[in-house]
């Protein structure tokens, strides 16, 4: 077990060794999961996403860095980044979620782990600086549980939709990477961490335009096991509303990350952390022990948490994810 001085007031590493975190299952899946999200894909992918691209806002990485808006479900208005090559066509696409923190620029999700690559980062609605939207709240404890009472109007499904017409509003910018756009089949890759890693999962089963992607602590992983788990995370608001409101046990069964990945068919690379304040590491792993396609793992010793090997882990990370995308994408 993961051990670091801490003054939560609770065991970050939860009691388990890796043995045991390796064998924490997915929840089962509702009978109609698999319809309830194809049908939101089915939704998201009728949008017409009218992407707009705004005036360079820097230059490095060997990339141009654009701010960009497209339209979402419900006419929704996002905002994010752009990033394409300084030189040349792009080859690859990456879909880039972020933690629960939102964004306010690009910063270390760039660059894309592949050269020649364009890349486009969201801010999914309510989050971030060019996620706002009214009504929805963009503080994490606040914005988690933002239409909780129903699974047809929990935020998050939408969140999850955001990242859909992003992909969507990628290949209309950059037709180049999409299937019809060249030669053969151009397929994304999706990078996400926390709350992208959690949003990634529920995405990644429905949509065949991804080809591989990377789930760094992801969160949302076996709710049932979650809400028993305190946290210094979102996941503390679902624990507190669920005490009050315990039916809302059957809208979380389709925001499962687990659950999700045991859908999910294409390369995953998996970063899951043994000791972690944010998000409990039982249900990170339950998110990589439920994939059913090719997967790898790389154990960090802690997430959400500074440390002094994280550096090195941090680089050996970026090292593992150019090395993946490059079998799985190039």
């Known amino acids: 077990m993961a051990s670091f001085t801490h003054d939560c007031p609770f065991d970050p590493s939860y009691g388990c060794s890796l043995d045991e975190l390796l064998r924490v299952p997915p929840p089962a899946a509702p009978g109609d999961f698999a319809a309830f999200w194809r049908a939101r894909h089915d939704e998201a992918r009728k949008v017409a996403t009218e992407p707009r691209i705004g005036p360079l806002e820097g230059e490095r990485d060997g990339l141009r860095i654009h701010g960009v808006t497209y339209t979402s479900v419900g006419g929704a208005r996002i905002g994010g980044w752009l990033a394409l090559p300084a030189e040349g066509a792009a080859e690859h696409?990456?879909?880039?979620?972020?933690?629960?923190?939102?964004?306010?620029?690009?910063?270390?999700?760039?660059?894309?782990?592949?050269?020649?690559?364009?890349?486009?980062?969201?801010?999914?609605?309510?989050?971030?600086?060019?996620?706002?939207?009214?009504?929805?709240?963009d503080a994490a404890d606040a914005h988690v549980l933002h239409g909780i009472e129903s699974r047809d109007t929990y935020v998050i499904g939408d969140c999850v939709a955001d990242l859909w017409c992003a992909a969507s509003a990628l290949h209309e910018l950059v037709p180049e990477l999409a299937p019809e756009g060249g030669k053969g089949v151009h397929r994304l890759g999706?990078?996400?961490?926390?709350?992208?890693?959690?949003?990634g999962a529920l995405a990644l089963p429905w949509d065949d335009r991804f080809g591989a992607a990377q789930l760094t602590v992801p969160t949302f992983g076996n709710h049932p096991l979650r809400i028993t788990l305190p946290c210094v995370g979102s996941g503390?608001?679902?624990?507190?509303?669920?005490?009050?409101?315990?039916?809302?046990?059957?809208?979380?069964?389709?925001?499962?990350a687990a659950t999700a990945a045991a859908q999910v068919e294409l390369p995953t690379l998996v970063a899951a952390a043994l000791f972690d304040p944010a998000v409990p590491p039982p249900g990170q792993?339950?998110?990589?022990?439920?994939?059913?396609?090719?997967?790898?793992?790389?154990?960090?010793?802690?997430?959400?948490?500074?440390?002094?090997?994280?550096?090195?882990?941090?680089?050996?990370?970026?090292?593992n994810r150019r090395r993946f995308f490059g079998t799985y994408l190039a």
Do not use: K
């Open 190 to 199: 999706y990078l996400g961490e926390s709350f992208g890693g959690g949003l």
């Open 285 to 319: 792993f339950a998110v990589h022990n439920a994939l059913t396609g090719p997967r790898e793992l790389q154990v960090l010793s802690a997430g959400h948490f500074e440390h002094e090997g994280l550096a090195a882990e941090t680089a050996e990370l970026r090292e």
């Open 93 to 137: 696409g990456f879909v880039i979620g972020h933690g629960y923190g939102g964004r306010q620029e690009p910063g270390p999700d760039l660059p894309p782990p592949l050269p020649r690559s364009a890349a486009i980062l969201p801010c999914v609605r309510g989050m971030g600086s060019r996620g706002l939207q009214p009504g929805i709240p």
């Open 236 to 256: 503390e608001s679902v624990r507190a509303y669920h005490r009050e409101h315990p039916e809302v046990t059957d809208v979380l069964r389709y925001f499962d």
